[in-house]
């Protein structure tokens, strides 16, 4: 049994990452803003105590970025990078749930700001010497998973089952072969369910640049 700590784990996705490591005999905490519940514990991105990821065996970010620019640099760039420098210290693994569109926000301007600072966020992450795994949802929905395609370099355009996105940060957390690679997830009924040690396994570790 091990222990992980769940950043975002009050949300729909973050609560069907600590579902599944439940599940799976292991202790969770899922931090919150405002917390309820014994496994619980106060966090907030914008200025995370490290303690609360003493002795953690693993930790997975799981965060809906702020819309004031200013705010979701603070949670989502200056925040990951704490929680990187923390899992850099205790050589514990971190999966980021971020999403498409990082490496182009002039797509999307209404949401530029907060994808800017996710992609600074993301990139500090790397830089961080921890052990990571960056997941990047597509839109994201709530109805049963079915084929996924996994895809990297940032280019594709769909929708991603939040219980595929769960599967694929657990799956991350235990498997050394998703360390230092970053991916994009969307449905596609033409592809299989995912065997993520063999999907991990395929991918290409990120390159030591910005950009991905
Ligand atoms: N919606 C989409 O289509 C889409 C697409 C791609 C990627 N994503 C990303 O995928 C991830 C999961 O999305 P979701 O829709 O499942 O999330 P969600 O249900 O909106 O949950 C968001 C979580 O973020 C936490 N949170 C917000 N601000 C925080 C802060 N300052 N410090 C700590 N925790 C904070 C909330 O916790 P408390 O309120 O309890 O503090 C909550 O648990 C997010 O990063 C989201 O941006 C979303």
């Given at each position: 049994m091990s222990s992980f700590v769940v950043v975002g784990g009050t949300g729909r996705t973050?609560?069907?990452?600590?579902?599944?490591?439940?599940?799976a005999g292991h202790d969770v905490v899922v931090?919150?803003?405002?917390?309820?519940?014994?496994?619980?514990?106060?966090l907030d991105?914008?200025?995370?105590?490290?303690?609360?990821?003493?002795?953690?065996?693993?930790i997975v970010i799981s965060v809906e970025p702020p819309k004031d620019a200013a705010d979701a640099e603070a949670v989502m760039h200056h925040g990951v990078a704490a929680i990187a420098a923390v899992a850099a210290r205790e050589d514990v693994p971190v999966v980021l749930v971020s999403q498409i569109y990082v490496t182009r926000a002039a797509e999307h301007p209404e949401m530029a700001a907060r994808i800017e600072a996710r992609?600074?966020?993301e990139q500090t992450l790397r830089d961080s010497g921890a052990q990571y795994t960056i997941v990047r949802p597509s839109w994201l929905h709530d109805l049963a998973t079915g084929g996924v395609r996994i895809e990297q370099g940032d280019t594709g355009e769909g929708r991603i089952s939040r219980d595929a996105v769960a599967a694929a940060a657990v799956a991350a957390l235990f498997d050394p072969s998703a360390s230092g690679k970053t991916f994009e997830l969307y449905d596609d009924q033409e592809s299989p369910e995912p065997d993520w040690s063999t999907v991990f396994a395929a991918l290409s570790p990120d390159p030591e640049s910005a950009d991905l």
């Open positions: 973050g609560s069907r990452i600590a579902e599944r490591l439940t599940a931090s919150s803003r405002e917390p309820a519940g014994a496994e619980a514990v106060r991105l914008a200025a995370p105590d490290p303690a609360v990821f003493a002795g953690a065996d693993g992609a600074r966020g």
